[in-house]
């Protein structure tokens, strides 16, 4: 699958890596997801950012983007880490999973460079975030797994004002890598696609343990907040079996405080063929989270109220509610307690909410410096 070439080169945004190794073929080897794609000389990998130039594996988009804006921190979506609050996402170009329902396949599939129309170095990110009063920044649109240094280092600049750095990420990646990217992120909303493996082989080129193994990650060995996201497609990922031992497993083995957000699936890309989810299964799907322990269970990308609001999960009283990413009722204390019972509730709070709305802003870079 790695055919792609690098026949011309915009040497500004190379950046050299460290995840790889030489192999005795002559080949080298990316080493930052489990892919493993093994190059030979002006190859590029699979996720088309990442390829072998000198004998080495350099990333080819560092630098550029597909686009700046500043979107609810809900929309991520992040329903217990600083609700309310402005977001500026930005992403690149390129994925490593092959996902056949991609819903942004125009840039994580993209094999134009041209794609990438906007420039921006670490420390203007961080200063437009600041200068438009945004508490973090998220990398989103494609994974950031595959433009790892650059990621990091809008992480470093950002952590300069004190904004946070958000993952929104399909938690494909290797255990070296992996630990030096959360070690600067500070939320994340991993998606959890389905729970089977052969869901993930047929359908986005993948394999599931790699993906519980950075939710175990997660959970066991840092700080970061983290939420789950799944996409439910109709006859694949949606039966009660599947929903029932996947709501289990997050139970067991991250705990009842980690949010999960079932949303709808819409034809795209290369499934035009199959319907879109019927709101009735993520309801279904929120049900069965719940009476299997899951505390902050949530409907997205459908208008329900009910499924989207935060409910106190030892008195039942409406904590946050939501309408669409807008927050229509609010009932934590400054400590992040029900004002009610004063039981905590999990999440990344401070004492005042946000009051971003749902707007959704797009800005140009080039009008932000960092004088």
Same mark, same amino acid.
């Given at each position: 699958?790695?055919?792609?070439?690098?026949?011309?080169?915009?040497?500004?945004?190379?950046?050299?890596?460290?995840?790889?190794?030489?192999?005795?073929?002559?080949?080298?080897?990316?080493?930052?997801?489990?892919?493993?794609?093994?190059?030979?000389?002006?190859?590029?990998?699979?996720?088309?950012?990442?390829?072998?130039?000198?004998?080495?594996?350099?990333?080819?988009?560092?630098?550029?983007?597909?686009?700046?804006?500043?979107?609810?921190?809900?929309?991520?979506?992040?329903?217990?880490?600083?609700?309310?609050?402005?977001?500026?996402?930005?992403?690149?170009?390129?994925?490593?999973?092959?996902?056949?329902?991609?819903?942004?396949?125009?840039?994580?599939?993209?094999?134009?460079?041209?794609?990438?129309?906007?420039?921006?170095?670490?420390?203007?990110?961080?200063?437009?975030?600041?200068?438009?009063?945004?508490?973090?920044?998220?990398?989103?649109?494609?994974?950031?797994?595959?433009?790892?240094?650059?990621?990091?280092?809008?992480?470093?600049?950002?952590?300069?004002?004190?904004?946070?750095?958000?993952?929104?990420?399909?938690?494909?990646?290797?255990? *070296?890598?992996?630990?030096?990217?959360?070690?600067?992120?500070?939320? $994340? &909303?991993?998606?959890?696609? %389905? #729970? /089977?493996?052969?869901?993930?082989?047929?359908?986005?080129?993948?394999?599931?343990?790699?993906?519980?193994?950075?939710?175990?990650?997660?959970?066991?060995?840092?700080?970061?907040?983290?939420?789950?996201?799944?996409?439910?497609?109709?006859?694949?990922?949606?039966?009660?079996?599947?929903?029932?031992?996947?709501?289990?497993?997050?139970?067991?083995?991250?705990?009842?405080?980690?949010?999960?957000?079932?949303?709808?699936?819409?034809?795209?890309?290369?499934?035009?063929?199959?319907?879109?989810?019927? *709101?009735?299964?993520?309801?279904?799907?929120?049900?069965?989270?719940? $009476? &299997?322990?899951?505390?902050? %269970? #949530? /409907?997205?990308?459908?208008?329900?109220?009910?499924?989207?609001?935060?409910?106190?999960?030892?008195?039942?009283?409406?904590?946050?509610?939501?309408?669409?990413?807008?927050?229509?009722?609010?009932?934590?204390?400054?400590?992040?307690?029900?004002?009610?019972?004063?039981?905590?509730?999990?999440?990344?709070?401070?004492?005042?909410?946000?009051?971003?709305?749902?707007?959704?802003?797009?800005?140009?870079?080039?009008?932000?410096?960092?004088?």
């Amino acid at each position: 699958m790695e055919t792609a070439t690098f026949d011309s080169v915009d040497a500004a945004s190379i950046a050299e890596t460290k995840y790889w190794h030489a192999l005795d073929d002559g080949r080298v080897q990316c080493d930052v997801c489990p892919r493993y794609c093994k190059l030979k000389e002006g190859q590029r990998g699979l996720c088309f950012v990442r390829g072998n130039l000198n004998g080495k594996i350099v990333l080819a988009s560092y630098g550029r983007s597909s686009g700046f804006c500043v979107d609810p921190i809900e929309k991520k979506p992040l329903n217990h880490f600083l609700p309310g609050t402005p977001v500026l996402s930005f992403g690149t170009a390129g994925c490593n999973l092959a996902c056949k329902f991609c819903q942004n396949w125009d840039i994580s599939k993209s094999r134009e460079m041209d794609t990438l129309m906007d420039r921006a170095q670490p420390e203007v990110i961080a200063r437009a975030a600041h200068d438009l009063g945004c508490r973090s920044v998220a990398y989103t649109y494609n994974d950031p797994i595959v433009f790892h240094e650059y990621a990091i280092e809008v992480a470093k600049e950002c952590r300069k004002f004190g904004i946070k750095s958000v993952a929104v990420t399909s938690g494909y990646v290797c255990d *070296a890598p992996r630990r030096e990217f959360y070690h600067y992120m500070d939320a $994340a &909303n991993v998606d959890l696609k %389905a #729970f /089977t493996d052969d869901f993930y082989h047929q359908q986005t080129g993948g394999h599931l343990q790699p993906v519980l193994d950075t939710l175990l990650y997660l959970k066991r060995e840092t700080a970061v907040w983290f939420e789950l996201t799944t996409l439910l497609i109709p006859g694949l990922n949606d039966s009660d079996e599947e929903l029932e031992a996947m709501t289990q497993w997050v139970v067991q083995e991250l705990g009842p405080d980690v949010p999960m957000h079932f949303t709808a699936f819409h034809p795209a890309w290369k499934m035009m063929d199959l319907p879109a989810t019927p *709101a009735a299964t993520l309801t279904r799907a929120r049900r069965i989270a719940m $009476a &299997n322990g899951v505390r902050y %269970a #949530f /409907t997205g990308n459908v208008h329900d109220p009910e499924g989207q609001g935060t409910y106190c999960h030892h008195c039942g009283k409406t904590l946050i509610g939501r309408d669409g990413y807008l927050l229509s009722q609010w009932n934590l204390s400054a400590d992040g307690r029900c004002t009610a019972c004063g039981t905590p509730c999990a999440g990344v709070f401070e004492a005042q909410h946000g009051d971003w709305g749902a707007r959704r802003m797009p800005i140009r870079l080039r009008d932000y410096t960092t004088a």
